[in-house]
DNA sequence: TATGAATGAGTCTTCATTCAT
DNA sequence: CATGAATGAAGACTCATTCAT
């Protein structure tokens, strides 16, 4: 079996299966730079293998992101949605809220390189990722998720300006952005003392009530 | 015989002037692609012109994003902190992130391009335009937006486990972030209702009162 | 007028213009080597100019093939067309089939890179210039001569043996193909004294009487 | 440990031997493609195996070239020579003329990867086999026939206008071209009646009498 | 015996840059 | 002022070749 190699693995398998091993270097270089200013040169030499190699195993550059997309982004959605809990998306949207933000801030702490690449690829406008993603599962992740907030709405549970479409966006805004663009942010205070927890706090706080209201 | 063109703007100046063109011309194709993505080629044909003549104008590519920097991005900074209004930082928290809100609001409609280009190449891990900027008006302003919110944690005008340093960084997030991401969630769902107005008004309930409190 | 070049001549036109010095480097290229293996490379080089130059002029390797197609081997098929002289394709086969001949060599004289070229890239299996050759005008060249020498078949012009459609592909292989392999048959027999007009009369002869019949 | 293997046979000899189905895919893809645009993953392919295996049974590229002119090539030129009959090179030169037709069309007949690989490599200018072939026995082969016609010529057994040593030139391109061009032509009419032997008695009635003389 | 893994060299192509006009 | 011409450097991709197994 010859030929131009259609994205797939070996079929034989070595001791040391250098694969995984240059799609982490790839989505490490992706969530760094980005996708389009990301040479093969760099992700090779982050792996430690030569640019032939990559064509070796993914056949061109344009399907080591496919695969970077199937076997890293895409997993990544299922992780987030299970960890959404056995509630899934039912519940009041104060619970939902809650398990959305336990469930992005944890996915992020396993996969730092989540936010950038997400952010930059998927969610702005040019972004590489996006349409393929989007046509698969993001669209009816999405979807779901207002669909929830809409019923809650309807209910009542929901006070009157806030609008259901809009609240994932804002809570994407206030998860996933700030963790892509903690490099900066962290940079230009002492922030040594948050972690992802107090992250989490601040964030649950701010959704729940606000700035709002009375405080000591 | 001009030798070496020391980078900057050409020697004489006639009524037909193409530099704010060629800049305007990069800053879309920056906002859309990315600055990585953006070949010279690109602006060159969004402004009718060759790319021999950006060389012509500005010497380099990279001497061509420095000066979308100082013309474009930071002016569009100055423009932010106009708008926050007479109060400047000071004031209640709450009046502060309203005029922050409606002050970007205000920015982003007149200037579409920013919030993609603002969060691709100066929030993102690896942006372009990070460095200069920052080192430059970004630290000061942001600096002076968190030292406000401190002060008002310190009086005791915000819930205890809102953190000031974060509070901006969420502003951000809810402001900046869905107008750049907006080609997205546009595309997932009916939103023709959801106007700049509409977006203010889920933004600062959101950030007032949260999603909790009593509703009809 | 940027963007990718289109094969096409500069709009500018100096006093050296290297687009036919290139078409002319890349047809004695084609030639000799054949079209398949002859890199860029060997063609910059042969024209004194850089890879980079041919894809300014040509826009691809592909776009360079077609412009020596276009502009220098179907001008010769009108070339051969014209000496076919003012009968063109009519009067007895002994009259065409003279002017063919005569017709091929003079062609041949003029320009030495066609025989080669043409054998290898149009007439054999798997040729580059083969289909998009043929679709155009070799097709209606070719039926037209095999139409001209049925005609006369009918008319009892022609010896009962001899099949009017493979007097063409005859006349092919007694003209051009000797041409052809020219280099490798003057290279085994002293042929210092075998010149164009030698080989015309040579083959007239075979055409006209075969080698049987009485001779002193 | 092999060290690097000296080009040629594998060590050991098993059942089922690759070499000669190796050799004959090889043949396939130079007739059809030409030597030089032939790469190893298609020899490969064709036979059923990988790459690798053609290195290990041929050490390199070009000994396997080489193999397919020792091992396919030159035996063909010997199955001509004998096929050429009894008389041999002797004999008037109408009798070889038809002995060698007859020879060409039978070898041809058997093998019709010949005509299309014989034109493209030996007698092009730039064929990959042309040199080693000719070194051996095709100089010694060709100058036979060669001086055999000199000698009915010397005889006046043939046409004054008949050069013996362009006769064997017009003979190649009266047999093997036409065979090696046929996909072409068979491609611009009905060709369906014509087989072999129509081919063969159209030749032969060429070279015998020509296309003049009185026919009914 | 046979092959998957791995790579260096070479090819096509793009692009920022320079220069003469 | 403006551009066509020209190029070197770099990127993606192919391929013959090597090697460990």
Redesign the interface.
């Known amino acids: 079996m010859?030929?131009k190699r259609t994205p797939g693995r070996p079929l034989h398998r070595t001791s040391t299966d250098l694969r995984p091993a240059i799609i982490d270097a790839a989505v490490r270089c992706y969530?760094?730079?980005?996708v389009?200013?990301t040479a093969l040169k760099h992700i090779a030499g982050e792996a430690g293998v030569t640019p032939a190699l990559l064509h070796y195993y993914f056949g061109s550059r344009e399907h080591l992101q496919q695969a970077v997309l199937d076997e890293r982004v895409l997993p990544l959605l299922k992780e987030v949605q299970q960890q959404l809990g056995p509630g899934g998306l039912s519940g009041s949207?104060?619970a939902l809220?809650r398990r959305f933000i336990s469930a992005v801030s944890a996915t992020v702490d396993r996969h730092p390189w989540w936010p950038?690449l997400w952010?930059?690829e998927?969610?702005?406008?040019?972004g590489v990722l996006?349409a393929p993603l989007?046509e698969r599962t993001g669209?009816q992740f999405?979807?779901q998720i207002?669909a929830a907030f809409s019923a809650a709405k309807d209910r009542?549970?929901?006070?009157?300006?806030?609008?259901p479409?809009?609240?994932?966006?804002?809570l994407?805004?206030?998860t996933l952005?700030?963790a892509?663009?903690a490099?900066?942010?962290r940079?230009?205070?002492d922030?040594r003392d948050?972690d992802s927890q107090?992250?989490e706090?601040?964030?649950?706080?701010?959704?729940?009530?606000?700035?709002?209201?009375h405080?000591?």
Chains 1, 2, 3, 4 share one sequence.
Do not use: C, Y
């Open positions: 010859t030929g969530s760094q730079r980005g389009a200013a949207p104060e809220v950038p952010t930059r998927v969610l702005l406008e040019g996006r989007i669209k999405f979807q207002v009542g549970e929901l006070p009157p300006d806030i609008d479409r809009l609240l994932l966006v804002s994407v805004g206030l952005f700030p892509a663009a490099p900066v942010w940079n230009l205070m922030t948050i107090a992250m706090r601040h964030t649950l706080a701010l959704v729940s009530q606000g700035i709002g209201g405080h000591a």
